[in-house]
């Protein structure tokens, strides 16, 4: 099984909002990954809008849906009412549930499925009502019975948070420990009928370990690691990098 490449447009997002001015185009951008090959497209929209804005959603939700059907949109968020109700309309193919409150810069860890059950399941039934595949941001070493509570949540998948891992660029010991640690909580987790997807700090060089410990990872969502390598290789060439990172022929 090859992991499927969503591309995380945020980095794209916060880098226009620089500015008024409508470039670089989150649309645009998105556009060139998906003819790249990209599976789908992966957006963040917080509450203070610093990168994503709502606007964008429809945005993106019009550009697959014209262009790029096969593709797939994936939301992600904290489960506020607001959130939902963006979710609710801009109906994407997959939305994943964060436990960040507002002031967080970035994901920084997973749900405590176990004390935050009630919050999650009342977002999961909204959201598979309307037929959407929901997946829940987990730490990569959740135990068993925190995974049996995601899996009681009615959710379809998790996503493992990947950024102590990525963290350990400069030190391939760590990096490989890791990364079987990851491994196992995969194992895990799909031994409990849970897809497993994975996102943060991935890169071309740490993607292939996490790969071949993983070997039935459904997909990476990647943003700041793809966009920093698009300003070196551009955008279509830093996707066709990602998906052979990923086991692809391209």
Known sequence: MTARLSVNLNAVAQLRNRRDLPWPSVRHLGKIALEAGAYGLTVHPRPD??????????????????????????????????FIGLCLESEPEQVTLVPDSPSQSTSDHGWDFIADAGVIERAVIRLKKRDIRVSLFADGDASRSQLEAARDSGADRIELYTGPYGACYDDPKREVEIAARL????????????????GHDLTVENLPVLAQQIPHLAEVSIGHGLTADALEFGMAESVRRFRRACGETV
């Open 183 to 198: 491994g196992e909580t995969a194992a895990i987790a799909a031994e409990l009928g849970l897809g497993v997807n994975a």
């Open 49 to 82: 809008q610093r990168h994503i804005r709502f606007t964008d959603l429809a945005v993106i939700r019009n550009l697959i849906d014209d262009e790029f059907p096969q593709a797939e949109f994936n939301i992600e968020g904290y489960p506020s009412d607001h």
